[in-house]
């Protein structure tokens, strides 16, 4: 009866190791896979997976693709951006072509 016990407590004991083991893993893996998703995001362009730059243009901080043009902005460049005269729309544009 003793044995049975024992060896139940060690089985027990085995799989509460086995599933710590498995979560590290799991939370390893989610870690990294997300890492890379952020990195990924923030380097290339969603559109042609072109290397991004990141560019100041009349005070105004964006990320610009060299290849499709496409520009992203964070939220104060974007609210700066909505702020720009005629004029300045203009200049801001023939700074990002630049
Ligand atoms: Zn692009």
């Known amino acids: 009866m003793d044995r ?3 060896d139940k407590d060690h089985f027990i004991q085995l799989d509460a190791e086995k599933l710590k083991h498995i979560e ?3 939370k390893r893996f989610l870690t990294e896979t997300m890492q890379r998703a952020a990195d990924i ?3 290339r362009c969603p559109l042609c997976n072109r290397q991004l730059e990141e560019k100041i243009v009349n ?3 964006i990320t610009i693709c060299t290849k499709c ?3 992203w902005l964070e ?3 974007f609210a700066k951006m ?3 005269s005629d004029d300045m729309v203009d200049t ?3 700074g990002i072509k630049e």
């Open 4 to 6: 049975n016990k024992k």
């Open 24 to 26: 590290a893993q799991r």
């Open 41 to 43: 995001d923030s380097m």
């Open 59 to 61: 005070d105004i901080s």
């Open 69 to 71: 043009r496409g520009i």
């Open 75 to 77: 939220t104060e460049s």
């Open 82 to 84: 909505l702020r720009l």
């Open 92 to 94: 801001f544009l023939d």
